[in-house]
């Protein structure tokens, strides 16, 4: 009996060893697998919402530029509330006007000055291409270079950097002052401001005093 019980005892032994080990290993995987999943959902679920609160693709400034012209065109008080905007603008595809020095889409400032009259810019420099913008501009307004007016240089703007082209969208005025900027890495890039008014510019000549 004790040489018969000897075998049965030694295979129950291998037996559970060989059990507990093929537990231990198949739950291995499963203990890791869990906090590998949370890492990644992590690092996936942060990057779109910073995204989607720095960047806005509806932001056109087209759509902005048209608000504010049909406003001062039926005679409308600009609002700060109404306009007043410090972020990005797009152009007609979602698309940035620029970007920066650092490769983040550009910020730009919309600013009432008061019931009539408003001012666009950009607040960095960067690779902005103003002239393109412009010609954008008047195209989403149906102008062409007929509807540009005059402009004499005064003592208010005279500086010989800042490039100033004027332009009559039939009920108001919309102005454009190129500048160039120093970053202070040393680049350089153009400052560009957009003035749109009720009333003619100081130095413009209207068609009617033509």
Excluded at 12 to 33: D, E, G, H, M, N
Aim: with cysteine; glycine share 6%.
């Amino acid at each position: 009996m004790q040489t018969h019980d000897k075998p049965q005892k030694s295979i129950f032994v291998r037996y559970a060893l060989t059990l507990a080990a093929f537990i231990v290993i198949s739950t291995f995987p499963a203990c890791k697998q869990p906090e590998k999943t949370n890492n990644d959902n992590k690092v996936e679920t942060q990057q779109p919402i910073s995204v989607a609160e720095d960047f806005h693709a509806d932001n056109d400034i087209a759509m902005t530029v048209r608000s504010i012209a049909d406003a001062i065109r039926v005679g409308e008080p600009l609002d700060s509330t109404d306009y007043d905007f410090e972020g990005i603008l797009t152009d007609g595809q979602g698309t940035p006007l620029y970007t920066d020095v650092q490769g983040s889409p550009g910020i730009w400032v919309v600013d009432v000055l008061d019931t009539k009259n408003v001012t666009l810019r950009n607040l960095y420099l960067g690779d902005l291409l103003p002239n393109d913008l412009e010609s954008y501009l008047l195209q989403s307004l149906g102008l062409t270079e007929n509807h540009r007016i005059l402009f004499t240089v005064h003592e208010a703007v005279d500086d010989e950097e800042t490039d100033i082209v004027v332009y009559d969208f039939d009920g108001g005025y919309m102005r454009f002052e190129i500048r160039s900027g120093i970053a202070p890495n040393g680049l350089e890039g153009p400052l560009l401001t957009i003035i749109m008014s009720a009333d003619p510019p100081a130095g413009a000549e209207t068609q009617k005093e033509a």
